[in-house]
């Protein structure tokens, strides 16, 4: 004879049922990929809990303050719903309300239900849908999914809820991500501004010298013209002054220019030789000695020639001005750098014996400004040197780093990505 179903065995199966729709749900939520995925992955659950065929789902639209209709199931898809409803929509602002299931009821009625069919101004009123699911995150309704459900019991709908608790934070996690991504340029050249306020700073000092040289000797030359060890020696000063203002404006139209890289397949081992062959001389007659170290099996690399050479041409002639005048050494080193997910990168390294960096400095080698010729040799120059090396290896997708001890020296590493990664 075989025993009838007890009540508390039945309620056992629905709770395990319960459970294992939900961890399947939310586990269908774990990895959202793109919107038209997840937005199938959430009606798909939904529809199948609320024993329906068709539904749609409608998502918030920051910019235009409404809801868009994203995605569509059943006989929705044959039926021109609505492309998008207003959040002054009856149904919108009952589900802002509520912010909870609602079902069939009385819309003036102050129950947390809500009749689709008796909501006769809303849009999708005229449409076979009777239950409205808000997808609710941080106080925020940011998606609701509208269905013709079969269901009656609460405990369906308390799953309902929680699963559309879930799909909520899924997709506010996604839609974050794209606002973020999409954001990500505006946001680099909202920083190019900023820094261009501290550039505005500091060309008004650089330029300060420079200019007060040239007022003084425009205003004495008429008085000291037959001088000539006078014009002759003030006009070499002035002229010095020329060329460096000549240079710092250059500077800052590189700078404040966006540096897209011209990629083109290249050999950053043979980019390297030509940057050392370019300042062997300068440095052998300041009895600088350059040790070069270069990895055979490099990764060729999709690179900005022109812009590389610059960064290591920069690179090189720091180095050298942090040496100064005594003997010393600069190490060139390239090697091959493989990444934990397996991509190639190539690896430079610069290291020097000058006399290093304060520590206190380190942190802000890359500020415009942020130091002057007389405070630092490494920053020597207009002080926008390095901060343009980093712009273009960021532009490169790269990575650079500086390690220094004062008195004993530097060492710059730079890791580009190979046109594999």
């Known amino acids: 004879m075989t025993a009838s179903r007890t009540p508390q065995s039945a309620a056992l199966q629905f709770d395990v049922w319960w459970l294992q729709k939900l961890t399947q749900f939310m586990q269908d939520m774990g990895h959202p990929t793109n919107l038209p995925v997840i937005a199938e992955r959430i009606l798909a ?54 912010h909870q299931n609602l079902a069939p009821a009385n819309l003036a009625s102050n129950s947390p239900i809500v009749s689709m069919e008796t909501a006769a101004h809303t849009l999708l009123g005229t449409f076979p849908l009777n239950l409205a699911i808000p997808l609710v995150t941080q106080g925020r309704m940011i998606a609701f999914v509208v269905v013709q459900s079969q269901i009656e019991g609460g405990l369906h709908k308390e799953l309902l809820l929680a699963m559309a608790q879930s799909a909520a934070n899924a997709l506010d996690s996604l839609t974050s991500y794209e606002d973020l991504r999409q954001s990500h340029p505006l946001m680099r050249r909202t920083d190019r501004l900023r820094s261009l306020e501290i550039i505005a700073g500091g060309f008004a000092h650089e330029i300060r010298n420079p200019l007060t040289s040239i007022k003084t000797f425009i205003q004495l030359a008429p008085e000291r013209k037959d001088d000539s060890r006078f014009i002759g020696e003030f006009s070499q000063i002035v002229l010095d002054d020329v060329h460096r203002i000549e240079r710092l404006i250059q500077e800052i139209l590189d700078y404040a220019r966006h540096m897209e890289p011209q990629l083109t397949d290249e050999d950053l081992n043979e980019i390297v030789s030509s940057c050392v062959y370019f300042v062997q001389v300068q440095a052998d007659r300041r009895g600088i000695k350059i040790e070069k170290e270069l990895a055979s099996e490099l990764p060729r690399g999709m690179l900005d020639r022109q812009q590389i050479k610059q960064v290591i041409l920069n690179l090189l002639l720091n180095a050298m001005d942090a040496i100064g005048k005594r003997f010393g050494t600069i190490r060139v080193r390239t090697h091959r750098l493989q990444k934990p997910d397996g991509q190639e990168w190539a690896h430079i390294e610069i290291e020097d014996t000058g006399r290093g960096i304060p520590p206190e400095h380190l942190a802000h080698v890359f500020d415009p400004f942020f130091t002057t010729k007389h405070s630092s040799a490494f920053s020597a120059g ?40």
Not at 391 to 419: C, W
């Open 45 to 98: 659950g939904l529809l199948d809990v609320s024993q329906s065929s068709h539904g749609a789902l409608y998502l918030l639209d920051h910019a235009h303050e409404r809801y868009r209709h994203v995605r569509s199931h059943g006989q929705l898809d044959t039926i021109s719903v609505p492309h998008v409803v207003a959040l002054y929509d009856p149904l919108v602002q009952k589900l802002l309300q509520c």
């Open 382 to 421: 207009t002080g926008l040197g390095l901060t343009i090396v980093h712009q273009i290896v960021q532009e490169h997708r790269g990575d650079i780093q500086i390690q220094s001890t004062e008195g004993l020296g530097t060492t710059v590493r730079i890791q580009l990505p190979s046109h594999h990664s």
